[in-house]
T-cell receptor, first 114, second 114 residues
């Protein structure tokens, strides 16, 4: 079983609709959870972080965490063509140095259709 | 504009060459990282420097060697690389080495080994 699993997609969503991206993780000791956006040929950019169960909203983005189910999701409301990118889920637990235990999923490629 | 600067943006080298990738951050962060990313794959951690302490992914071959002259600079020395080492090399920094997972990536150095 992969440590962090995402549906690779592609996920196609009409412009203006809600895009829902899902991620599951296997390590129950995981403490913090992140969504990174990566445009083709570019580097990843942190868009959301969540540390406790429930929802966290930031503009059009909502991250949802359920530690009991080992599940984290990202909702994008009013999807725009500029949201077309690969979304990487990342999960962390404390390491000796710090952040060396950060594990990325394989990413979900999202395409917003005008 | 990214505050993590990587040079060069593109590098082509032969298998017998010695070259270096450079990374600089101006955010006062205390942890810096090198990641390797192949096409359609997630970033893979190579090295972490946090508070002058180095953590190594043991799967990284010795032909890659990191150097951290100070807390703002991180170099990756390359020697006798193989064509399969061709990839996007990403430098990142974080405020601390704690398990925050909040990384700031540079734009990357795209390496081609002939």
């Amino acid at each position: 079983q992969k440590e962090v699993e995402q549906n690779s997609g592609p996920l196609s969503v009409p412009e203006g609709a809600i895009a829902s991206l899902n991620c599951t993780y296997s390590d129950r000791g995981s403490q913090s959870f992140f969504w990174y956006r990566q445009y083709s040929g570019k580097s990843p950019e942190l868009i959301m972080s969540i540390y406790s169960n429930g929802d966290k909203e930031d503009g059009r983005f909502t991250a949802q965490l359920n530690k009991a189910s080992q599940y984290v999701s990202l909702l994008i409301r009013d999807s725009q063509p500029s949201d077309s990118a690969t979304y990487l889920c990342a999960v962390n637990r404390r390491g000796d140095i710090g952040n060396e235990k950060l594990t990325f999923g394989t990413g979900t490629r999202l395409t917003i259709i005008p | 504009d990214t505050e993590v600067t990587q040079t060069p943006k593109h590098l082509v080298m032969g298998m017998t060459n010695k070259k270096s990738l450079k990374c600089e951050q101006h955010m006062g962060h205390r942890a810096m990282y090198w990641y390797k990313q192949k096409a359609k794959k997630p970033p893979e951690l190579m090295f972490v420097y946090s508070y002058e302490k180095l953590s190594i992914n043991e799967s990284v071959p010795s032909r890659f060697s990191p150097e951290c002259p100070n807390s703002s600079l991180l170099n990756l020395h390359l020697h006798a690389l193989q064509p399969e080492d061709s990839a996007l090399y990403l430098c990142a920094s974080s405020f601390s080495g704690g398990a925050t997972g909040e990384l700031f990536f540079g734009e990357g150095s795209r390496l081609t080994v002939l």
